[in-house]
């Protein structure tokens, strides 16, 4: 896809693209991607004309809903080969938000393909960062990616944000042979076990073990990778006032020149959007190293083939 970028994958294919949340990259990526390919999106978003929509059942629906999930994911599959979905957690209960309700309804009740464009995990984001580790430790001669010392730092923001491309960048990291470590400031802020399992899982796949530590040089000593992220701590999900007292003692976790010496002259990366100089510094960003603009131009090529092969 990336080498011939024009083609018919798609031709008379529509795909239906529902925004339940603010979109640069994914939005943009996904609709070119779709036209490269010789077809159509329609995106769509409660902002742009949807209605409101239902996805608890048995609910009687006298409240802002107008439209339950099984009537729109019949009637789009009527209209569309393939449905994306971009729809964060609520930041109320985690309890509720880990069942990822909203993909999963779609998902029930569509007659089509559903492609997850970030729910509590982002498989679409960590599919292209990993596609740009791969061409960029090629390029470098630094060989295959098994056994490399992945690093997922917490870093800081001054609100708690999805945990999703956390959740993804971790489990791919294990899934592709590599050495994942996982650097948060305290046990709060350790990811769900549902994917510290899978990524446990698959890294003694590969004869290697998952680190958790929130010691900033064991983390960043050797790292071939550095991978940076905000994300709020679990424990306190939904009571974001309580945490921030917390995470605000953390600003010094921010990915920086002198923690990126400690590293085996790693590569770096950001999924985007990044708040310069609370997350990654510029020198560190704008370094040789950075590959954040490989990973984001990425997305176009690994989303491509993903609609290409479930439409095909």
Request: glycine letters at 6%; aromatic letters at 8%; one cysteine or more.
């Amino acid at each position: 896809m990336k080498a011939a970028p024009i083609g018919d994958a798609l031709k008379n294919k529509t795909v239906a693209l529902l925004f339940l949340n603010n979109s640069l990259r994914t939005r943009t990526s996904f609709d070119v991607g779709a036209k490269q390919l010789g077809g159509h999106a329609v995106v769509l978003s409660p902002s742009g004309g949807m209605w409101p929509l239902e996805f608890e059942d048995g609910v009687v629906m006298d409240g802002e809903a107008e439209e339950h999930v099984k009537e729109a994911a019949k009637v789009l599959s009527r209209y569309c080969d393939l449905i994306g979905i971009r729809a964060f957690p609520k930041f109320v209960d985690w309890k509720e938000d880990r069942k990822d309700r909203i993909l999963n309804a779609f998902a029930k009740y569509a007659d089509v393909p559903v492609v997850n464009m970030e729910t509590i995990t982002h498989p679409c984001q960590e599919m292209a960062h990993v596609m740009a580790l791969q061409e960029r430790f090629e390029k470098d001669g630094r060989g295959a990616l098994d056994g490399k010392k992945f690093l997922l730092t917490w870093t800081y923001h001054p609100k708690p944000l999805n945990t999703a491309v956390a959740n993804s960048a971790l489990m791919i990291a294990a899934k592709f042979g590599m050495k994942p470590t996982l650097l948060c400031p305290t046990p709060d802020y350790v990811l769900d076990e549902r994917y510290i399992a899978q990524a446990t899982k698959d890294a003694e796949a590969h004869g290697n073990a998952l680190t958790i530590t929130h010691d900033i040089d064991e983390a960043y000593a050797g790292a071939e990778v550095v991978y940076a992220k905000s994300w709020g701590a679990l424990p306190y999900f939904g009571n974001w006032e309580e945490e921030k007292p917390i995470r605000d003692l953390y600003r010094h976790f921010i990915v920086d020149e002198e923690k990126m010496a400690k590293t085996a002259d790693a590569l770096v990366s950001h999924c985007l959007p990044m708040r310069r100089n609370v997350k990654m510094t510029d020198a560190v960003f704008d370094s040789a190293n950075c590959i954040a603009y490989e990973e984001a131009e990425n997305r176009l090529h690994v989303q491509k083939a993903i609609m290409k092969a479930l439409v095909g």
